[in-house]
């Protein structure tokens, strides 16, 4: 059984940094796409990173890119999200997911739509 466990949010204030983790169990990574996505209330759920587990290779969404950096470890079959200088706007559930064959095919890395397996989500609020 696959699963995916978030951890790393909290409150933070306008500015600062949190780093998230994603630990997956049940599957090894090493071929598959992982991929950070946030969403909050009454809206859809958006892609912010991901990282191709086999080679490294990133992508980031506009609002992410040069102020996030989404990294792996291997070994730990876990994938981090460094978010740093964090605005209230970044105020979300932050999910991971993996993909397999249907994202690589589509190369849509941050469109939810062929992402496999989901963690539970975690909060992430950017307050003063």
């Known amino acids: 059984q696959v699963q995916l466990v978030e951890s790393g949010g909290g409150l933070v204030q306008p500015g600062g940094s949190l780093r998230l983790s994603c630990a997956a169990s049940?599957?090894?990574?090493?071929?598959?796409?992982v991929a950070w996505f946030r969403q909050t209330p009454g809206k859809e759920r958006v892609g912010v990173a991901c990282?191709?587990?086999?080679?490294?290779?990133?992508y980031y969404s506009g609002s992410a890119k040069g102020r996030f950096t989404i990294s792996r470890d291997n070994a730990k079959n876990t994938v981090y999200l460094q978010m740093n200088s964090l605005k209230p706007d970044d105020t979300a559930v932050y999910y991971c997911?993996?993909?397999?064959?249907?994202?690589?095919?589509?190369?849509?890395?941050?469109?939810?739509?062929?992402?496999?397996?989901w963690g539970q989500g975690t909060q992430v609020t950017v307050s003063s």
């Open positions: 997911a993996i993909g397999g064959a249907p994202v690589f095919y589509s190369g849509s890395y941050l469109s939810d739509d062929d992402y496999e397996y």
């Open positions: 990282i191709h587990m086999s080679d490294g290779m990133t």
């Open positions: 049940g599957i090894t990574l090493d071929l598959y796409a």
